[in-house]
């Protein structure tokens, strides 16, 4: 079987203190490894720096998931230096062949996938289709209803590191996060 796709981007999300997988983190490496074992893809990049206060990075805890799950160590390579979705892609595109515009599967929670697709076309500079992981309402419930500020931040550009924002929006932004529920 061809691989249809040169990755499989699986993105991170904050660990527990503890350094644990969060539930969703675990439906998403479930996901990626689903999809790299149905032939997909020969690789999966792993997406996310460290969570402060946990001894490893995101990514590290994505691969040793991965390889319970038995993805090849070989086929992981894991890119830990980022911190939001916007630096996921740019971030992961280093690992990928810079002589074309590599075509990408990437693996986030079902809410997240639109914000995601959109910011690998445009900042990650790649092809991209999406394999979502499917998350139980009761756990997505204030995420989803964050998500669509979060797509209108990056839309203005203060997620790209070209603009900044300015503080009435700041403050606006938080107010309005703070009180989603």
């Given at each position: 079987m061809s691989k249809r796709y040169d990755?499989?981007?699986l993105l991170?999300?904050?660990?527990n203190s503890?350094?644990?997988p969060k539930h969703e983190l675990?439906?998403?490496i479930?996901?990626?490894a689903q999809c790299y074992h149905a032939g997909l893809a020969p690789l999966i990049i792993p997406c996310g720096g460290q969570t402060p206060g946990t001894p490893l990075s995101e990514s590290e805890v994505m691969q040793r998931e991965l390889m319970r799950?038995?993805?090849a160590q070989s086929a992981i390579r894991c890119e830990g230096q980022s911190q939001?979705?916007?630096?996921?892609f740019r971030f992961a595109r280093r690992v990928l062949p810079a002589e074309r515009r590599p075509h990408v599967l990437i693996v986030t929670s079902d809410y997240?996938?639109?914000r995601s697709r959109l910011i690998c076309r445009i900042s990650g500079g790649m092809h991209a289709a999406g394999c979502a992981a499917r998350i139980p309402y009761e756990e997505k419930r204030t995420a989803a209803r964050k998500e669509p500020l979060h797509l209108i931040d990056y839309m203005l550009g203060y997620q790209s590191g070209r603009f900044r924002r300015p503080r009435l929006y700041t403050r606006f932004m938080y107010f309005l996060l703070d009180r989603i529920k």
């Open positions: 990755a499989i981007l991170g999300l904050k660990l503890d350094g644990t675990m439906l998403r479930e996901k990626a799950l038995g993805v939001i979705t916007v630096e996921n997240h996938m639109l």
